[in-house]
C-alpha cells in the first residue's frame, strides 16, 4: 500500500481471511473461492501438529488434525495447497512459528517448482514473492504456546531466516512481530507496544550481531519486518495506541539500529481484530464490535494498517463457514470502496485529545521498554517468567473487572435479554464442523508418502541439517534440501529436537497476585475449608490442557481463581497427553480434574482422561471441561462421563469455583 503525498485516493489494505482447515485439497478449494470474492491476499492458517512440528500420526496429533487449520506435512501438500495459485503473483501470509523456516523452505521450493515448469528464470521469481511467516517466537512463550525449542536455538532460526530472505526473497516479510497474541493474554495497550517492541529489538539486536547482514544492509532488514497487531473495542485507545506505536518504531530503528531512510522506518502491519471480546452470548453482537476494530486500525492514515483480516461473528462458537467469512470480506469491502475514508489526510492530526493518549501509551511504553532491557532483554524477560506474570496478572484484572460489572460486555454482563436469532434457527448449521474421517486419511496419507520417496535422500538431508545445526552455519539452505529430499514436518522438527533439545514455558501462575479482599472469593475460600475440614485433607485440583493447543489463558486463568478459593493447584502448563494427565491426577490425589481445550479436539481427548482414570482405579474423580464447545458436543460429553461442561458465557469464575466445590462434596458424600 503506497504513502502518496498528494491528495490522491489511497489504495486499500491488503485483504485478508484467516483460512485453511481439513486438507491441502480442501483448503486450496477455499481459497480459491475467497480469492474470486475479491480477497486481496491469503491468510493461511495450518493447524495445530503442524503448528508444533508434528506429523498427523505422532501421538500428540490425535484429535488435532484439520481442526484449526490445513495439516501441511511435506512438499506434496504444499504443492496441493497453492495448486493453481501462481506464487509469484500472491499475497501470503502464513501464521506459522517455531517451523516458520520449514513451511518457507516448502513454500519457496514450490515456487521454484512453478518456475521451473513455466521456463522461468528461479531466482527472477523468488525476488517477486510477496508475503509474511508469523515467526514471532517470543509470544509464543508468553501466549499461543506453538513453541517448540528453547529461546536461545529459536532466536537463532529467526535470524537465519531473515538473513537469507533479505539475500534471496527481497519482498517476503521473514518476521511479522505479533503483539496481537499479548492482548489475548491480558495486555494493556501500553505492555502490548512495549513487550512487541523488545521482541522486535532481540530480534534485530540478533541478526546485527550475527555477522550474516552487512551493516549497510539492516535498513533492508528493518524494512522487512512487520508487525500484526490486536484492535479491541476500545475504539480511541487502541486507534492512538497504532499512533504511539509508529512513533516508537520510528524513534527505535532511527536512533538504535541507524536507519536514516524514512521510508524503511515505517510501521509496516497488519490486523486482525480482537476475537478475545467475540461472544458466545448474543454473537449477533460480534458484528458491530468487528466493525468498529477494523475502524481503529484504519481511520487514521499516518497510522493505517497495511493488510487487514477479521474474524467472523461466530468464531466464539466454533469454526467459520465459508459464508460467514465472506460476511466478514464484505465488511472491510464496504468500508474501502463505498466509504470516502481512503481521500483524505489524517483526520486526526491536531487533536489534543488523542495526542494526549498516544504520549500516555508512549511514555509507559518506552518504561516497560527500559525495564525489560535491564532484566537482560526479552529472552531473559521470557526465562525470569516476568513478562507472563505480568500478562497473567493483566487478564486477572479484566476478567475481575468483567465479574465485577466495571467492565460491561452487552449481552454477558449487561442486557441479557435476547430474542432467538435467526442465524441461528434451529436446523441451521451455525458453525463448519471437521469430519473425523479427515485425520484417519491424513494418517494413511503420510504413510503412504514415506513408501514412495527416496529415503536415503531423506536421511542424507536429515543428516546434513542436524551436523550444520551443530555449527553457527546458516540453515535454511540445509532446510530447503529437506523439503525437497520429501523429509515430513515431524523429521524436520526431530532432527532439530535432537540438537537443540525442547523447552517447557513459564506458566506465569505463581506470580500472579491474589485476589484479596472479594466477598465472594471469601465465601468460596470458606467452604473450601469447611469441605478440607470434613475430608481431613486439602482439597487439590488439576487443571490440564491435553493436546496440542497452547492457549493458555483460560487455564491460566481457573488456575490464579482455584489458587485463591484455597484449591492447592497443580499446573504443569501446555501440551500435554491424556496420560500425563492421569498420572498426574493419581499421583498428587487430586479431588477433581479441569481440563481446557479451545481448539475443536474435547471430543477425542477428553474422554481419554476419564477413561484412564478409571483404568487407575481413580474412577470417582470427576472430570470438568472448559472451551468452546457447542451444545451437541457437551451433550456427548456429558454421556461420557463429563461432570460439568463450561464454555465462554460462563465467565464468573469464583462461581465456577463455588460449583467445583459443590461437585468434591457431592462425590465424597457430604451434604
Known sequence: MPYPSDHERDRPWVMRTYA??????????????????GQTGLSVAFDLPTQTGYDPDHQLSRGEVGKVGVPVSHIGDMRRLFDGIPLAEANTSMTINAPAMWLLALYVSVAREQAEAEGRDVDEVLAKLTGTTQNDIIKEYLSRGTYIFPPGPSLRLITDMIAWTVHHVPKWNPINICSYHLQEAGATPTQEVAYALCTAIAVLDAVRDSGQVDQADMA???????????????????????????????EITRDRYGVTDPKARRLRYGVQVNSLGLTEAQPENNVQRIVLEMLAVSLSRGARARAIQLPAWNEALGLPRPWDQQWALRMQQVLAFETDLLEYEDIFDGSHVIQAKVDE?????????????????AVAAVESGYMKSQLVTSLAEYRRGMENGERILVGVNKFETTEPSPLQAEGAKAIETIDPAVEKAAVTAIEEWRTGRDNDAVERSLAALKERARTTENLFEATVDCARAGVTTGE??????????????????????????????????????????????????????????GHSNGAEQVAVRARDVGFEVVYQGIRLTPEQIVAAAVQEGVH?????????SHLEVVPNVVDG????????????????????????????????????????LTDIMAGIVDLVRERNGLS
Request: no cysteine; proline share 5%.
Open 220 to 250: 533492508k532488514v528493518v524494512a522487512r519486518i512487520s508487525f500484526f497487531v490486536n484492535a479491541g473495542v476500545r475504539f480511541v485507545e487502541e486507534m492512538s495506541k497504532m499512533r504511539a506505536f509508529t512513533a516508537l518504531w520510528d
Open 361 to 377: 501509551i508512549m511514555t509507559g511504553a518506552r518504561e516497560e521498554i527500559a525495564r525489560v532491557q535491564d532484566l537482560g532483554g
Open 20 to 37: 485453511g482447515h481439513s486438507s491441502a485439497a480442501a483448503s486450496n478449494e477455499l481459497y480459491r473461492r475467497n480469492l474470486a470474492k
Open 592 to 600: 477433581v480434574v479441569g481440563l481446557s481445550v479451545l481448539s475443536g
Open 492 to 549: 524436520w522438527s526431530g532432527a532439530l529436537r535432537e540438537v537443540f533439545g525442547e523447552y517447557r514455558a513459564p506458566t506465569g501462575v505463581s506470580a500472579a497476585p491474589g485476589g484479596s479482599g472479594d466477598p465472594g472469593i471469601e465465601r468460596v475460600r470458606e467452604r473450601v475449608r469447611a469441605t478440607e475440614a470434613e475430608l481431613g485433607e486439602r482439597l487439590r485440583i488439576l487443571v490440564g490442557k491435553p493436546g496440542l493447543d
Open 613 to 652: 482414570l478409571r483404568a487407575a482405579g481413580a474412577g470417582d474423580v470427576p472430570v470438568i471441561v472448559g472451551g468452546i464447545i457447542p451444545p451437541d458436543d457437551a451433550a456427548l460429553l456429558t454421556e461420557r462421563g463429563i461432570a460439568r461442561v463450561f464454555t465462554p458465557k460462563d465467565y464468573e
